[in-house]
């Protein structure tokens, strides 16, 4: 069909698409920089969803009942700042879309959680859109079923690309929300057929429709640039039937121009004036002034933006008549609040553990920490990667999540680390929820996609990763960690937490679920440690970063022993060995490099004074304790390292952390050679 | 159908499959650690693959032209153990069997590529296993196009378990391999329907079958424990069609024990000596000394070993009669030797390089090498996750591999970065290619999982990470690797390269490509960068690590200052500024740490003097360089680190530099202050 025969199809429609395709070409053009093909070639299908189907109000962005929409396809950015500006969202300016992609503008080159209030998730590396929408999906059927659907009843609406279904964690995503019947989203697939690299054909031919509906997703299809035909395909979508949606649009990618659509040319580069010029005269746009949108198109996108408004009163209403005390958790709730009794609980955790109680792994640890808050706050949402025995994530009264039980609180993700994350930091996204979930350390590398777009976006996720290090034993490298605690610590805004015992355990929980921009990594050990922490000082000490966990005899340490977690106990023990032959030394636990960073320079010299051999010890690689070993200090210090240098070995621990060396004899004999 | 009837209906067999299981439970029990479930479940597809379809040769394992095993669900170990000493391969002793899971033995936890003959890749983090088999297909379709069937004919076959299909990993394999048409590679799908949490549908409810045949692949099924119907349907996969094969083997985990088969008691952990002694009677197995197994069923074994013996006479028998040359060539590919010219060439390019010339991307002088190497060197394999024209990866002699074309020497991966990082570990493991593929250097986070195991199997892989900095301007933080360089940095066995310009750039390459056990990540800018080597020596001085790039006035430095890549440019800027000050100032170039690191104590204290003003400058974290800037050196130095804090931001790359003060006037600020 040709484009004179579209416009004039429905008019009104046409002039409304235009719009977004006008303001979308001409911001690349001005940025001399983006992606203009793909909302050229999706603004029918936005046009047709926020104009009748999407449940939101332009002049109250954050209202808790809308419907979330992701643009999982973040690249095409464009579509998304053309919609927020066009229905009114206050601070999408014409200013900020003529400042596309430049230093301090919200309007970045991709969509930027936070930049702006309607972005409702970071997007952008490919696929973690759609999974982020898996967690937001879920987190709708949660908060409904405990609070009912007059305050909680809306739908979660995706566009996503090729890229998107192609990408691994796309699979886990799909599956994930197969599984668990999320028939409230809506995924609308950009099927225009063309990557960065050409054809689609040229990497793939997968028959997306069959792969969907093989996950359990119900499957339409539309004209992507026939607004009745969208219409249509939107509403079925909407009929809920207990299975996920997707609705294959068939587009044409940078749509209308006459020498670029339909071809990669159009995906990733200004059109050029000339082209623009030539699509404008095809779009029937007599405007020829860039970003210029006449006076009715704008008071028609107003009129959109604003039909959300009575459905938010009516919500605002049903909210008012609650009880007080349904009001208050409720706003408790979706505000994200820190519990209240949090570190009460955590304080009886630390009161309860003895140092006369057999060693307990860290993992354990944990379980006993959570078994003492989930009764508690309703707000955590538990699970695991298939791990759940060995991650001690579940605790009895969450009951599991599915279509049967939605007021489950604990998920099984399934063999599905990357996927898990993404749920989570959509989970959180979408409010009510604190998200916690497990694998093993080494696995972050599965995960890291969405592991980083926590730390981006600042979204307190808590990523419990146990087995942290050879202490794993038999598993063999694969499955020991070894670079993984650098790799956290190398992440900006990312907590990772080493616990040494329960007490510091219970502290790292108390941290990781007061925090409100900062993920935390939390590892745990698979191997019984001994309790370490002989006063239960009400201060949270593992809130320092590093702390005195054993001082030097006379209070003035030669050496200075620095450890992790399961290592702390060799620490103590070496010191044992020192003092004995007469060496004051000093044991300091270091939970959390990052907070220790945050102390003033006095206590961080008070912790480690300059002067002494300082040795750190950790069954991971060194990079991460340069700093520590070597910064901040007198010069006559001399240092070392106890740790790993190479992937570890399949064995029992003890033969492992013999075989490599990460010993007490070890640790005492390094420092004796170093006084 | 009970155990009895299945004894019953082919003795013979039962027997053989009996051994596996028996070796397996034994030795699990012995280790007291290890996943008994999968080789007892799958032992009689095993057996039917080893005894009629396998084309191997147990005393000459590495025959170029056996059919590739591959045992995706890499827990199940002992599967593959049991097979390898029943086969008679010699490094698999009893012993090591009865060492399952010890300390220096080669029967670690899971199979370990290196560690035994007939390992043909690591496994364990799941999904690997399926997705590196694809890169194996890929380089046997390759090879036989380019040498013919005479000497490359062979098959690739994996057992996979659910996991492995849940993975997100598998997804990206999958669609590659439907997409190649891979008609050699059969997956036989371990269907048990358990998992470590229960029963599969507690997470997963995919058709995997539907899921497949979406992606362009053969679907078969069998009874997994029916000797007959395996047959029929391994026969029936080996038919090639053009499409890669799914078998769906029904089996059952823990087949036989009494009280744990069908459940996830089964998967990972011993059964017990209870159960043991009654799975044995279940069997019909008489002998209760543990890994003892009866001379008829050892000599059957021993047979299905030597079935390749004959068409590996055959095969050899052809390779004698090529010419010398063929010969040659042949020996030296499937050796993978490194290229006699490759030296020379890249001399060439280095000779070829002006300081004249316009500013160039480093992703662009990458291309330059690769012009220049890739006609010469037959073995190179390019590809790009559909980021081709960015990555600057194909050079036009190459022609695009496809089912078309099989002599093409590039692949569109598609969307798919684990997935091509997975497939490049199989092409290397294959034999006969040196894979290298691109994407951004940000998105090393999705292809982790693959790239450690390059790493921890020691694969020369060549990972060409382009737009490897906030350089890359407006794309923004999702796009702007900032700790991935630390991330590479910090895995053992991994060389970062990160040249500076068109010389180091073919320096590196020559570096890459002449590894035989380390993976290379090659990090190159997106922006132009000037030619900064002025005299282009023959030495690759590259291979030192890091190397005096200019010299303090009068070879007496008061600074050095240290940079890579698109930093160096300005490291040099900043010493004519401090030279004309008066302040002599050393510029050392750094291009890989891990080289550096290798070098003497003597050239690393010639290079990096104590008693001098250190700044190190990289558009990234400064988690790596810690050492460099506060280690090895005399006690009054000062230093300074030049470079990110947190996440970029979307702008055009200047405003960047600016932003965040990575400047020549920020370096030289800092190092006054340091004066």
């Known amino acids: 069909m040709d484009i004179e025969t579209r416009r004039n199809a429905d008019p009104d429609h046409w002039k409304l698409a235009s719009a977004i395709r006008i303001l979308a070409m001409d911001a690349v053009e001005a940025a001399n920089s983006g992606h203009p093909g793909m909302p050229m070639g999706m603004a029918d299908v936005a046009t047709v969803l926020f104009r009748k189907h999407l449940k939101f109000d332009a002049s109250a962005p954050n209202w808790f009942d809308r419907d ?35 230093l301090g503008s919200i309007t970045a080159g991709h969509p930027e959680y936070g930049h702006a209030e309607g972005i409702e998730t970071t997007t952008g590396p490919l696929g973690q859109g759609i999974s982020t929408a898996v967690g937001m999906a879920i987190a709708e059927e949660a908060m409904r079923a405990e609070f009912g659907a ?115 040319k159009a995906h990733g580069s200004p059109l050029g004036a000339d ?21 009715d198109i704008v008071q028609s996108w107003h009129e959109i933006g604003a039909r959300g408004e009575t459905p938010r009163k009516e919500w605002q209403s049903r909210v008012d ?38 060693k307990l792994a860290t993992r354990k640890a944990s379980e006993n920490v959570l078994a003492a808050l ?48 993404a749920a989570m930091n959509g989970i959180w996204l979408h409010g009510g929820f604190r998200p916690y979930g497990g694998t093993f350390l080494t696995f972050t590398d599965y995960a890291r996609g969405a592991m980083r777009l926590s730390a981006l976006m600042g979204l307190p996720v808590v990523y419990v990763m146990t087995h942290d290090s050879i202490g794993l034993g038999e598993d063999g490298p694969t499955h020991q960690p070894v670079e993984h605690l650098a790799i956290c610590r190398a992440t900006p805004n ?139 200090r007198g010069n006559e210090a001399k240092s070392a390292f106890v740790g790993m240098e190479g992937f570890g070995a399949s064995a029992p621990a003890p033969a492992l952390y013999k075989e490599f060396g990460i010993t007490a004899e070890a640790v005492t004999e390094r420092v004796r050679s170093l006084l």
């Open 68 to 102: 979330r929409f992701v643009l999982s396809a973040g690249h095409g950015s464009m579509l998304l700042y053309a919609l927020l500006h066009l229905t009114g969202y206050k601070q999408m300016t014409i200013g900020q879309i003529k400042n596309f992609r430049q």
């Open 494 to 632: 990312t907590l990772t937490l080493r616990p040494c015992d329960q007490v510091e355990t219970a502290e790292a929980w108390e941290i990781a679920l007061s925090e409100n921009d900062t993920p935390s990594v939390m590892a745990l050990s698979r191997q019984g440690l001994p309790t370490l922490r002989t006063s239960h000082s009400d201060e949270n000490l593992s809130r320092r970063g590093a702390y005195i966990l054993r001082e030097a005899s006379g209070g003035k340490p030669a050496v200075v022993l620095m450890a992790t977690g399961s290592e702390v106990e060799i620490a103590v023990a070496a010191r044992e060995t020192l003092e004995a032959e007469g060496t004051p030394t000093r044991v300091v636990s270091v939970p959390s490099m990052e907070l220790f960073r945050a102390q003033s320079r006095e206590y961080r010299a008070e912790v480690l004074p300059g002067n002494t051999v300082r040795v750190a010890i950790e069954a991971a690689i060194r990079q991460p304790w340069e700093w520590l070993l070597l910064g901040e």
């Open 374 to 421: 989930n009764p508690l706050m309703a707000e955590n949402f538990g699970g695991s990667a298939d791990l759940t025995g060995s991650n001690n994530t579940l605790t009895p009264e969450m009951g599991v999540f599915s279509p049967e039980n939605r007021t489950g609180r604990y998920i099984h993700y399934g063999i599905r680390e990357h996927g898990m994350a």
């Open 321 to 358: 008549v609650l009880s007080a005390d349904s009001r208050d958790e409720f706003a408790r709730r979706i505000s994200n609040d820190a519990h209240p009794e949090l570190a009460k609980t955590v304080a009886m955790v630390k009161q309860q553990t003895s140092e006369e109680q057999p």
């Open 150 to 264: 007059d305050l909680c009843d809306h739908r979660t609406w995706v566009i996503a690309g090729d890229g998107c279904l192609m990408e691994g964690i796309s699979h886990e995503a799909v599956g994930l929300a197969g599984n668990q019947q999320l028939g409230r989203l809506i995924v609308l697939w950009d099927n225009n057929d063309i990557t960065i690299d050409g054809r689609v054909s040229l990497s793939d031919k997968t028959d997306q429709m069959a792969r969907f509906a093989a996950a359990g997703w119900r499957v339409l299809e539309c004209d992507g640039h026939d607004a009745a035909d969208i219409d249509r395909a939107l509403t079925e979508a909407a009929k809920e039937d207990g299975r996920p949606v997707l609705v294959s649009c068939k587009t044409i990618i940078g749509f209308g121009a006459p020498n670029k659509a339909d071809s990669s």
């Open 275 to 295: 082209e623009i010029a030539a699509t404008r005269k095809g779009y029937g746009w007599n405007h020829t002034t860039p970003f210029e949108i006449p006076e």
